[in-house]
């Protein structure tokens, strides 16, 4: 009678894998630390740097870089600038300039109103060295000159508003240095609490005193402008006339040609 054969069971010292390891390749990659000293190491590989951009600068960096590299049109007065110059600057000095830092400088440097009245008064305009391109159109010349009349209408405007406003100070200041009022009854009078009532006086007395002295009237009080002293009685001298002289003495009016008329109508 044959016997089944029965399978041999593991050996006790070697370990039963689990089925992931059993399904791996039996020799694992060596790390790195586990090759030859002459098996060379790939490289990694090499960064790439950006392109190089423009020196962050300021304005007034940025105004003083165009006064020294294009002294023929930046330096000194101002003057008309040629069309699309930020191109020009650009090619001719790559890489020193930011467009935002530039183009900034550029709109503040031909909005000054020195620059509006070089453009409104030139026939052409310069390029970075100085010579003559475009003509000033006659579009841009009326702008500027728009743009000039504009300002000075403000200017005009804000000058009126401050002399009043010195006049109200100086009318301020004579009342309350009249007035019998107490400072709180003045001060609801005029419409003003006491801190503005104060400063609006100490303003008032500092314009007075910076102010011009008044040239003194000729009324016989004060000197005269011909440097001669005051007339006596207040009455203003009068040139000398030689027939009102006459009069006076008892000789006869001096009428020129007609002569005296006696006794005939007048």
Do not use: W
């Amino acid at each position: 009678m044959s016997m089944t054969s029965m399978p041999t069971p593991p050996a006790a010292d070697q370990p039963t894998l689990p089925v992931a390891d059993a399904l791996a390749p039996s020799a694992a990659a060596p790390a790195p630390s586990d090759l030859a000293p002459d098996t060379p190491v790939p490289a990694a590989p090499a960064e790439v740097s950006p392109p190089s951009a423009a020196p962050a600068m300021s304005t007034a960096e940025c105004a003083e870089q165009l006064k020294q590299r294009f002294p023929a049109l930046f330096a000194g007065a101002p003057k008309p600038i040629k069309l699309r110059v930020q191109a020009d600057i650009q090619a001719r000095a790559p890489g020193v300039f930011t467009k935002a830092v530039l183009s900034a400088v550029l709109r503040r440097h031909t909005g000054g109103t020195g620059y509006l009245i070089a453009l409104s008064k030139a026939s052409h305009r310069l390029d970075l060295d100085g010579q003559p391109t475009d003509p000033v159109s006659d579009e841009h010349r009326q702008a500027a000159l728009d743009e000039l009349a504009r300002r000075r209408a403000i200017t005009q405007a804000r000058r009126a508003e401050e002399d009043q406003a010195r006049r109200d100070r100086a009318h301020l200041l004579r009342d309350f240095e009249k007035t019998t009022l107490t400072e709180a009854n003045f001060c609801a009078l005029k419409g003003l609490t006491p801190e503005q009532l104060q400063a609006t006086l100490a303003q008032a007395r500092q314009e007075a005193a910076e102010a011009p002295p008044r040239e003194m009237r000729h009324d016989g009080r004060g000197p005269r402008p011909d440097g001669r002293g005051p007339r006596e009685g207040g009455r203003p001298d009068r040139p000398f006339n030689q027939d009102r002289a006459a009069r006076g003495a008892g000789g006869p009016r001096n009428r020129g040609n007609n002569g005296p008329k006696a006794g005939g109508p007048r």
